[in-house]
């Protein structure tokens, strides 16, 4: 039986792990940290279970392809999902908006905050309609796509806002509670499309929140892969690969060991491997993107609260004064209060997290700040979580009192856990004037090397990663139908 070995534990590599033994590979996971799953992570805090991951899942609507993948992978099928009304709430001084599940509703909502911007605002959520259909999760049932000559139709409605970032979509608009909206809940200099995007996927009932979790999501995922027959190292950290001509001889791990296979998948940062682990360039595609693209992450923060209950759906963005930019490091905190999961929590209190999004430059000067000097590096986390409870406080003066900071987590953190060049989450911010192109997952130098993970498409996330771990296993068995083929076709 042919042998596949995976480096990394993630996503991306439990993927790859189950859809090799599903094609009747043997396959073997090596993962450096002592637990799998790589970002979908979660961790426990003073009896407060932390879910650093899941915000939403991309392909809970049964009528994609992506809902299909998570069902070969055992992830959706039987899982029970949490379906939110509302996705954020924009919150700035001049009052508050919703990005509400009906479409109908929001766009009723935003015709009566602001008459005056009726036609951005109806051009709007065309564009969202028009994405639906796109992606066969419109109308009513969230079941209709459309039909083939409407595409071409509609193209010039998205095209549109090919070219604008979400600061130049906000602009467009007079209403100040709208431009918040717009601006609030991803980073600013984002592709419009990014929002109209995760519009269109709530909307359409395609973006929905197993129970559970990240915790159930990397479960499954584990548990699928095991009972598949594949197998799992951890404490495995990938140190070098050793090569000779375009064969690929074996991969070297930090504890001394050496393991050889007959197919190899990297899924860890490719930053980390190109000119590393490996005696090779990065492959022409991925090279640019690291040149031309801006990486990105988050500081984080989680809070206990002295209530039974938050009055909270979905996340609330707050929007940070200028006076506070020296601490924090966006312009917008976005908090997330898990009401749903009753286990997250001791009885009587409730979690609430913070997050705000940072540039490529903001998370290396935390990765700097922290091999400097780890105790100015607490006292700068301390700061975070004292000027997020203040704004949280001021905007929510029901939580005075009733917060106390039990963890804060940075840029720093993601580094040392998930091993990305700078401590990123995600791959590659998405710009304007930009479509995410998937890029290739073969390794050209080297035959039977093969790439996974969400650095193949900006920006990244988890059916990303996924659906490149499913990739790379077609890819090599496509190569050895060809080379099977071949042998046939050379016989006498």
Not at 261 to 275: M, N, R, V
């Amino acid at each position: 039986m042919k042998k596949i070995l995976i480096i990394g534990g993630g996503a991306a590599g439990l993927s790859a792990g189950i859809y090799a033994q599903k094609s009747g590979y043997e396959a073997l996971i090596c993962e450096k940290q002592n637990i799998a799953g790589g970002g979908l992570s979660f961790w426990e805090r003073e009896g407060h279970h932390i879910d650093n991951c899941i915000h939403w899942l991309i392909g809970t609507n049964k009528n994609t392809e992506m809902y299909r993948t998570w069902c070969e992978l055992g992830v959706l099928g039987d899982a029970d999902l949490y379906c939110k009304q509302r996705l954020y709430t924009s919150n700035s001084s001049g009052g508050s908006l919703s990005l509400d599940r009906d479409l109908d509703k929001l766009q009723n909502d935003m015709l009566s905050l602001s008459p005056r911007d009726e036609k951005e605002i109806r051009s709007l959520i065309k564009a969202v309609r028009t994405l639906e259909g796109y992606f066969g999760i419109a109308g009513k049932n969230h079941d209709e796509r459309l039909s083939i000559e409407k595409p071409l139709f509609r193209l010039p409605n998205l095209l549109k806002y090919y070219p604008l970032s979400l600061e130049d979509l906000a602009a467009r608009f007079h209403h100040p509670v709208i431009k918040d909206f717009i601006v609030s809940f991803m980073p600013a200099k984002f592709a419009s499309l990014a929002l109209i995007f995760t519009m269109a996927n709530f909307c359409g009932a395609n973006a929905d929140l197993p129970i559970g979790g990240s915790a159930y999501v990397k479960e499954r995922l584990e548990e699928n892969f095991l009972s598949l027959g594949g197998k799992i190292e951890y404490g495995k950290e990938a140190v070098a690969v050793k090569t000779k001509g375009r064969k690929v001889v074996s991969v070297s791990f930090l504890d001394g060991s050496e393991y050889s296979a007959d197919e190899y998948i990297f899924t860890i940062d490719p930053a980390l491997l190109f000119g590393r682990m490996i005696d090779c360039p990065m492959p022409a595609g991925l090279a640019s993107q690291y040149k031309k693209r801006k990486r990105f992450s988050a500081v984080q923060c989680a809070f206990e609260c002295d209530l039974p209950t938050l009055p909270f759906e979905g996340e609330e963005t707050l929007e940070i004064p200028e006076d506070l930019r020296v601490v924090l490091p966006g312009h917008h905190v976005n908090l997330r209060y898990e009401g749903h999961e009753k286990s997250y929590s001791p009885k009587g209190k409730t979690l609430l997290q913070a997050m705000i999004y940072c540039s490529e430059e903001a998370a290396v000067s935390y990765i700097e700040a922290k091999h400097h000097s780890k105790e100015a590096y607490q006292k700068q986390k301390e700061e975070i979580a004292e000027c997020i409870s203040a704004l949280t406080v001021k905007q929510f003066p029901f939580l005075a009192g009733k917060l106390r900071a039990i963890d804060v987590w940075t840029p720093s953190t993601y580094q040392r856990y998930l091993g990305t060049e700078v401590g990123s989450f995600m791959s590659f911010a998405f710009p304007k004037s930009s479509i995410p192109r998937e890029l290739s997952n073969r390794v050209a130098s080297f035959n039977h090397l093969y790439l996974a993970g969400q650095w193949l498409q900006m920006p990244g996330g988890l059916p990303i990663a996924v659906t490149s771990g499913k990739k790379a296993i077609l890819r090599i068995v496509k190569q050895d139908r060809i080379r099977k083929q071949t042998k046939t076709a050379k016989r006498p």
